[in-house]
């Protein structure tokens, strides 16, 4: 099948995020054709270059996000009516606030009414451009600002709306632009989006606007992939969280409130146009399927699919844990202010107390600017905790605590790293998916974690969770670990049987495989695959695999087709002559 594959500011770019899960996929997916359609996000990024692609991917189509390239398109009366039109119900369903006029909570159905409003009017902003070939300049225009100020002045609209001078317009104006930047693309055609059996998202909101239109244009199915939730993400990083009640009012530094609550509304209302329109949601963890569902997303088609791992760099250490240092600990990632080093350090000085004799290793991955004070106030911490002392078990100048950078003489990998420690400890108080623990896991390691963000659906069991900024309760579970080798023994074991059952590449890339095989299967064929003479290919087109409804009687058969966990649902229903006086069953 061929399959189109939807990124922002990632694979095939060098700098890419959610790279390195993309390149696994398609490399993993060799039976398969990949078209990649790329919305790159700098210019540094385009300047970096592609990684190496394999050859299942046949073409690469990319376009900037971080400028405006004028499409040349002139909108005429009547195009510029339907443009007018468009927008305006776009801009009304973004300030639309409660039906009090004091933009106070909404009534009953409001939000499916809005909801509704919003798709109509992006379907035909995106109708407008692909007869017209873009929306640049209209969407930049001084009528499509006067349409939000009127939006914004329409009674019942949200206060910060209503608060909305033109400067704040001009910069909701040129946000929007860039964000429905897709809409101007020319990848909607029969020999582009149009000639693909699947596109698969990898992330929501603007990456999947293209994917939205080849659904609307070419009824295209849609997967959308997101490990960390892009709309969660928005809130984040406009330094906001959301509102009593479930409305989101993000808060940015720098932006007006009007700013903040128009484009607050916008993505949310994206979301859940690519949540309810998707034929597939996959989340990487419960949290992100928690604001997938909020958000929109029908559960009974969201499909759970855990990242993939390279499990094989980390088999020798996970096969030998009787050549681990019994008494220390071994924390390993990227130092940053979220991973609470100093709670950690803290709860280490209560293990000494109980424990003289352990140590513990910190393995650091990398920094960033941030990063690099904070290591630098936590090296400090550690040496007035633990001043050198000759005490008969640490000789003058050797610390208990040390820092390494990966890379050195005894960590050159990182299965090094989690190989001289007999217990790994994760004191984050913000983790989204959690890889360095199950990298540990990998290990054999027995984990000690704080329960934040993914952990404890990683964890499973086979590991002991404490609550974040709690240096007594971390401390606690380090040295019950650590006087118990055959728990930790036990909990090792369990630890890597888990990762290598839910987080390994293989599972990953058969997870979507399957995912692949049931849109195909169960959407209408759009298009006829023939060969060099123009003949139909056999098995070039999927068959009819499933039709709604209870429609099968005597004379049929009902067939279960199989499949994996994540893939139950209702029985596949297909006919199958019975002979005759053998009845139905």
Avoid at 315 to 344: F, H, M, Q
Avoid at 573 to 583: D, F, I, T, Y
Wanted: with cysteine; glycine share 12%.
């Amino acid at each position: 099948m061929r399959i189109g594959l939807l990124t922002e500011g990632g694979y095939p770019y060098v700098s890419g995020d959610a790279g390195l899960w993309c390149d696994r996929l398609v490399r993993g997916l060799g039976q398969h054709e990949f078209d990649i359609y790329a919305l790159s996000r700098s210019e540094r990024q385009e300047d970096e270059g592609w990684i190496p692609l394999p050859p299942q991917v046949s073409r690469v189509r990319t376009a900037p996000l971080w400028r405006a390239e004028h499409d040349g398109a002139a909108l005429g009366r009547r195009a510029l009516r339907r443009f007018a039109q468009c927008y305006g119900e776009l801009a009304a369903a973004l300030c639309a606030g409660g039906a009090d006029g004091q933009g106070g909570e909404p009534a009953e159905g409001a939000h499916t009414a809005e909801a509704d409003r919003f798709s109509s009017a992006l379907l035909g902003l995106a109708e407008v451009a692909r007869d017209e070939g873009g929306l640049v300049g209209a969407l930049r225009s001084e009528g499509a600002v006067r349409a939000l100020e009127r939006a914004c002045r329409a009674p019942g609209a949200l206060r910060h709306a209503r608060e909305a001078r033109v400067p704040d317009l001009l910069t909701v104006a040129g946000r929007l632009e860039q964000a429905l930047r897709p809409l101007s693309l020319d990848w909607y055609e029969d020999d582009g989006l149009g000639a693909v059996d699947v596109c698969h998202a990898a992330a929501g909101g603007t990456a999947a606007l293209p994917g939205l239109l080849a659904a609307h244009f070419f009824g295209v199915p849609l997967l959308v992939t997101e490990y960390g939730v892009r709309l969660r993400t928005h809130y984040l990083t406009s330094g906001a969280a959301p509102a009593a009640g479930g409305a989101p009012h993000p808060e940015g530094a720098g932006d007006a409130p009007a700013v903040r609550a128009l484009l607050a509304a916008f993505h949310g209302r994206l979301a859940a146009e690519v949540y309810g329109r998707a034929a597939r949601v996959t989340p990487g963890n419960a949290h992100a399927r928690r604001w997938q569902e909020r958000c929109g997303a029908d559960p009974a088609k969201v499909r759970m699919v855990y990242p993939g791992m390279n499990a094989a760099r980390f088999a020798e250490v996970g096969e030998s844990p009787e050549e681990r240092e019994p008494d220390t600990l071994v924390w390993v990632g990227r130092v940053e202010p979220a991973k609470d080093l100093v709670s950690l350090l803290h709860a280490f000085a209560e293990v000494r107390k109980e424990e003289p004799k352990a140590r513990l290793r910190f393995v650091v991955t990398g920094t960033g600017a941030e990063g690099q004070a904070y290591l630098g106030h936590c090296r400090a911490l550690a040496a007035q905790l633990f001043p050198d002392e000759a005490d008969g078990l640490h000789a003058v100048g050797s610390n208990p605590v040390s820092f390494e950078e990966l890379g050195g003489h005894e960590t050159a990998t990182l299965a090094d790293a989690y190989a001289c420690g007999a217990v790994s400890v994760l004191s984050s108080v913000v983790e989204g998916f959690p890889v360095g623990l199950v990298e540990a896991m990998f290990c054999g390691l027995a984990t000690v974690s704080t329960d934040v963000g993914a952990v404890v659906e990683v964890i499973g069991g086979t590991g002991v969770v404490v609550p974040p900024r709690n240096p007594r309760a971390l401390a606690e579970a380090c040295v019950a670990l650590l006087r118990d080798p055959e728990r930790r023994a036990r909990l090792g074991a369990a630890a890597r049987a888990r990762a290598l059952e839910l987080f390994t590449v293989e599972q990953n890339i058969a997870a979507f495989h399957g995912i692949y095989l049931e849109l195909v299967s169960s959407s209408p064929v759009n298009r006829v695959v023939v060969d060099g003479t123009g003949e139909p290919l056999p098995f070039g087109v999927p068959a009819e695999a499933h039709v709604p409804g209870r429609w099968t009687a005597p004379g049929t058969r009902v067939v279960a087709r199989g499949g994996p966990a994540w893939a139950a649902g209702p029985p596949v229903r297909a006919s199958v002559p019975v002979p005759a006086g053998e009845g139905a069953r």
